[in-house]
């Protein structure tokens, strides 16, 4: 009621973890009218989308969509079937290797998603948090990667063919550090206690403090204290 | 068993319709060991999905896998939402305008999950039915979009990235008509019978003979049995 009709929107991939709701936040900031978009891809607990339904709230999503997509069916990572979530790994180790927590193709399915959602909504303006530094050695969170499949929306849809629009695919923290993230969040107001970042939650939904989001998050929250 | 171990694998999407199935019975004749995958959509009848599992099984596929992706959530299509399926639009009407039963961004999504399965499944050949001559007006059924989703796809994934090898996206259906399509399946041993094709089949699961995949599926049975 109180959101001006003609306000831009935006769908945001919005998974309930650091990134992506600082991504949502920064959305927002840019005058975007929200529509999250979660994926509920066989995750092992629900503790994420509890978390992205917190963080879409207090930013005043328009709506908040949840997806199922059965990504056990297909198998292929430690977050989609049973193979061991890996711990204690240093940054270097990250970044040498893609973990067993890669999720196959994610970032495509996810943003394949976002684009029919967008369309639906009549968005031009697609968010994800992807990050190029300290991304955990995923290969689609490649700036070339964005790039290709932003080029693939224009031709893949309805929208695109009709010239009703040009689909961008924003990746706002793709250069920042996690301290860099934090801080940016912090500084719109995000309340990051909402947010939830671990691969392996315990069965009350506590972190497990050791694994990579584990990891990454507390070294994030740690320098952002610290100042750069 | 019998199958030797080092035939190379392909990814094919099979919904179970005449395009899928001829696509899937192409890819077998050219040597690949077939992984079948068939998205459930929220389609509105499982007859679909029964088709796609008599194919694969008639065509020796390794796996058919099966994934389920709640479209419905999303919205925005007649196949996926409660809007009504049109009837009886002649081929001139489907090629003007894109038809209330386009799924937003569905070969973006199908593509993408086949992009994943592949990887989980070591393939590296994806097979598609896309159609661009009686395609029914779908503008993800374009070459220019599936040459552009190929370039997303080998940016996309750890295989891609390791360079292990290229991902292809076959479209052997391309430039065909729909005659062409049935008769190249015809010369395949392909039954036919087994396939489906309507948007919106009656509860008995009999074909409704009149939806644009009805008219289109009809126009080529009869064109194949005149011959050009």
Same mark, same amino acid.
């Not at 003609?6 to 949502?24: E, H, M, Y």
């Not at 998603?113 to 697609?126: Q, R, S």
């Not at 939830?196 to 694994?211: F, Q, W």
């Given at each position: ?9 935006? @769908? ?17 900031? /840019? ?12 995750? /092992?607990?629900? @503790?994420?989308? /509890?978390?992205?339904?917190? @963080? ?12 199922? @997509? ?135 939904? /506590? ?22």
């Amino acid at each position: 009621m109180g959101t001006p009709a003609r306000k831009k929107r935006a @769908v945001v991939l919005l998974s309930g973890g650091v990134d992506s709701s600082t991504t949502a936040a920064i959305a927002a900031s /840019r005058g975007y009218r929200l529509y999250a978009l979660s994926v509920d891809y066989g995750q /092992r607990h629900a @503790v994420e989308l /509890r978390a992205a339904r917190k @963080v879409a709230k207090r930013l005043k999503a328009a709506e908040h969509c949840v997806v199922k @997509v059965d990504l056990h069916a297909i198998g292929g990572s430690a977050l989609t079937a049973s193979m061991q979530v890996p711990k204690g790994r240093s940054p270097s180790e990250m970044a040498r290797q893609i973990p067993v927590t890669y999720v196959p193709a994610r970032n495509t399915v996810f943003l394949a998603l976002a684009l029919g959602y967008a369309e639906v909504v009549g968005a031009f303006d697609i968010f994800i948090g992807a990050n190029a530094i300290d991304y955990s050695g995923y290969p689609d969170c490649r700036p070339a990667f964005l790039r290709a499949f932003e080029r693939t929306a224009n031709l893949a849809t309805k929208a695109g063919v009709e010239k009703k629009g040009r689909f961008r695919i924003h990746a706002p923290l793709l250069r920042m550090t996690k301290a860099e993230i934090i801080r940016a969040g912090l500084r719109l107001g995000l309340d990051y206690s909402s947010t939830h970042s671990c691969y392996d939650p315990r069965p009350s939904g /506590r972190a497990c403090g050791a694994c990579d989001a584990c990891l990454l998050r507390e070294k994030g929250f740690e320098e952002a204290r610290v100042g750069s």
